[in-house]
């Protein structure tokens, strides 16, 4: 039945499989790069000569890396601001789709409406910032937590995704004398372990990322994430970090490749989860774009 | 803002009367009847409630300063009304033209170079026969999506460092430079998009994709009687099935032009880049915040927003209008 492909359209074959290792090329090259600065000899990384693959072999800038006690401090802050963040703001998204996904409950339509106006309509930067100042969250780990709780976009997901649950399950679980609480904790929670992954991968990514409230309200260097490190290093240059963590002798021979394995440092958790859970992502994306 | 607020006061009566047929001749007994019924909906939802309207609602409040010579001791209700005297500031400002020129800019070269590219690689994409090389090109091209924006403009800046960034290496190869790309306003917007398109393309794809899995495969058939070829189906076929999808996307991206990622901005622009990489956004981060100017800075902000929401409101009403799809 299948015809053998003209000229024209194994060119064109040709082409996108060209194209597509362009692409694929283009993607990585960044990464590869880095990781070849990173465990290359700091020898041939002063002198410039690695430009794909790694020259020589050696650890010890991720040897100065860990050794430094401000990444260490920094580090844990990002991994305390991602689990905990992502905990309010799973739990709170829940407690935010499940009233509105029934459709018994009489202020359903008020109440998304309600949500979806801040989706377009915002205090904007200054008035966000006085107010965490008045409540006397600036400079504290709640800065960080509480005014990213929840997200009105992932309400409105878990929501559509929450609407799917069949309705003779709630009909029994009444009849069985259930509380709408315990409704939504035993019935509805265990059925929707798809859509608590997308929503726990979507938070923990953001939160792991976040740099930017971080920056508005947190000044103490001991409550900051590892991003506002990275800025300092990577973007502002700033040679007091470098002189922390290169001593004074060896300076000069890592200063240059201790940034290149603080940004490996700092993607190797993504980077090392990335692969197996990419499909929850893609998934995620899906049940996002449906329409109601 | 005040649009709005109006609006959800209308919305509410009118949703409660196809409710009560009977007319009920006190809301508020009825409300309270209501709320009774519900009360656990109510419980489970008040964390969130809660949460919308002291971090949501209140700054929307907190707007007011805007039109106020706002001291931060006077609070909000004690500060002098001024009226629109910060926004006039600002429009009579040197910094206006300029900003205002970078922001359009910056997400409208964003939007014509960076909005084809998640469409012409689905469509490539749709072209692979081979299945595990398209699943791997596609896991490939969705990572630096994943990647913060701390790293990329990190590694941005390390690449092109004139001492000993790859980019000025592989320049120098050639005879060429160094250049210090990221101090030389010509440069910024390029580098800003290019690495826009980098981070976003393969992940912006996903839904052309889904969309495209959605196009019925006996339209294919038929076009093959018909003697299409592969040009042929994508463009008689393939390009219209995913159509509603590209203009719903372009509206939404067209609605948000003045809403460009300012966070990248502040960590790749620095003041000999200004020019053409200062937007109001990143204004009104060095005013308000650092500086302290708040009232001032609050109207800078509240003109963009208010852009922002006319510009969506334009969008939709004209997406309506030319194909029948629109948002709402």
Redesign the interface.
Same mark, same amino acid.
């Given at each position: 039945m299948r015809a053998r492909k003209?000229v024209?359209?194994r060119i064109?074959?040709g082409i996108?499989?060209a194209?597509?290792w362009v692409? =694929?090329a =283009?993607?990585?090259y *960044?990464?590869l790069?880095?990781v070849s600065m990173s465990i290359s000899d700091p020898v041939y990384v002063i002198q410039?000569t690695i430009?794909l693959l790694p020259k020589g072999f050696s650890l010890k800038a991720y040897e100065k890396v860990f050794e430094n006690p401000d990444v260490w401090t920094a580090y844990l802050n990002t991994i305390f601001y991602t689990v905990a963040g992502t905990a309010i703001n799973v739990v709170?998204t829940m /407690?935010?789709a499940? *009233?509105?996904s029934?459709k #018994?409950?009489?202020?359903r339509?008020?109440?998304m409406?309600?949500?979806v106006?801040?989706m377009?309509?915002?205090?904007? %930067?200054? *008035?966000?910032? /006085? %107010?965490v100042q008045n409540?006397g969250l600036y400079n504290t780990r709640w800065a960080i937590l509480? *005014?990213g709780?929840?997200s009105a976009f992932l309400?409105i997901v878990t929501r559509t995704f929450f609407q799917s649950i069949p309705e003779h399950l709630h009909e029994s679980a009444k009849l069985d004398g259930a509380?709408?609480?315990s409704i %939504?904790w035993r019935i509805v929670a265990p059925l929707s372990m798809p859509i608590i992954a997308v929503l726990t991968l979507f938070y923990a990514?953001g939160q792991?990322? #976040?740099?930017?409230p971080a920056l508005?309200y947190l000044p103490d260097v001991r409550l900051q994430p590892l991003?506002l490190y990275?800025?300092k290093v990577?973007?502002q240059?700033s040679t007091t970090m470098m002189e922390d963590m290169a001593n004074q002798s060896d300076r000069s021979m890592y200063v240059?490749q201790l940034?290149?394995s603080l940004?490996i440092v700092?993607?190797l958790p993504? /980077?090392a989860v990335?692969?197996f859970l990419?499909k929850y992502?893609?998934k995620g994306?899906?049940i996002g774009?449906l329409k109601e | 803002?005040g649009v709005?607020n109006i609006r959800?006061e209308v919305?509410?009566p009118e949703?409660s009367i196809p409710?009560s047929a009977h007319r009920h001749p006190n809301l508020f007994l009825r409300f309270a009847k209501?709320v009774r019924?519900?009360i656990?909906?109510?419980?489970? $939802?008040l964390?969130?409630?809660i949460?919308?309207i002291?971090?949501?609602?209140?700054?929307?409040? &907190?707007?007011l300063?805007a039109f106020k010579d706002f001291q931060?001791m006077k609070g909000i209700l004690g500060s002098e009304w001024i009226g629109f005297q910060n926004f006039s500031e600002f429009f009579d400002s040197i910094y206006f033209w300029r900003l205002l020129r970078n922001t359009v800019l910056l997400s409208l070269y964003s939007l014509i170079w960076g909005f084809p590219v998640p469409i012409i690689?689905a469509l490539?994409?749709n072209? $692979?026969k081979e299945r595990f090389?398209k699943k791997?090109?596609q896991?490939?091209?969705?990572?630096?999506h994943?990647?913060?924006?701390?790293?990329v403009? &990190?590694?941005i800046?390390?690449?092109t460092s004139p001492l000993?960034g790859?980019i000025n290496?592989?320049l120098g190869w050639f005879g060429i430079g160094p250049i210090n790309f990221l101090s030389e306003p010509g440069w910024f917007r390029t580098i800003y998009v290019s690495s826009g398109i980098?981070q976003s393309f &393969?992940?912006g794809s996903?839904?052309y994709l889904?969309a495209i899995a959605g196009i019925n495969p006996q339209l294919y058939e038929a076009a093959e009687m018909d003697g299409a !070829? !592969?040009?042929g189906k994508i463009r008689h076929v393939t390009l219209p099935g995913i159509m509603p999808t590209i203009i719903i996307l372009f509206i939404l991206n067209f609605g948000q032009l003045m809403d460009v990622g300012f966070?990248k901005v502040? $960590?790749l622009y620095n003041p000999a880049t200004y020019e053409t990489g200062d937007i109001i @956004?990143t204004f009104?981060?060095r005013r @308000?915040?650092l500086n302290a100017e708040?009232g001032y800075?609050?109207a800078v &902000?509240?003109f963009?927003?208010a852009i922002?929401?006319c510009l969506?409101l334009t969008a939709n009403y004209l997406s309506r209008k030319v194909s029948e799809t629109s948002l709402w």
């Open positions: 003209s024209g359209e064109g074959d996108i499989y194209v597509m692409v =694929v =283009v993607t990585l *960044p990464f790069y880095v410039k430009w709170m /407690l935010g499940y *009233p509105l029934r #018994s409950f009489f202020a339509k008020q109440v409406i309600f949500i106006i801040t377009f309509f915002s205090g904007g %930067l200054i *008035p966000m910032f /006085l %107010l409540l509480l *005014p709780a929840v309400i509380g709408e609480f %939504l990514v792991w990322n #976040s740099f930017f508005l991003s990275l800025i990577l973007i240059n240059v940034k290149y940004i700092a993607i993504i /980077l990335y692969p990419q992502f893609v994306v899906m774009s | 803002m709005m959800t919305k509410q949703a409710g209501n019924k519900d656990q909906f109510i419980l489970i $939802l964390p969130v409630l949460y919308y002291i971090f949501h609602y209140v700054p929307m409040y &907190g707007l300063i931060p690689f490539m994409l072209e $692979l090389f791997a090109v896991t490939i091209s969705y990572l630096p994943f990647i913060s924006l701390v790293v403009v &990190g590694m800046v390390t690449f000993d790859v290496i592989f980098w &393969g992940w996903i839904i889904a !070829r !592969r040009w966070e502040l $960590l @956004g009104v981060y @308000g915040v708040y800075a609050a &902000g509240l963009n927003n922002n929401v969506l």
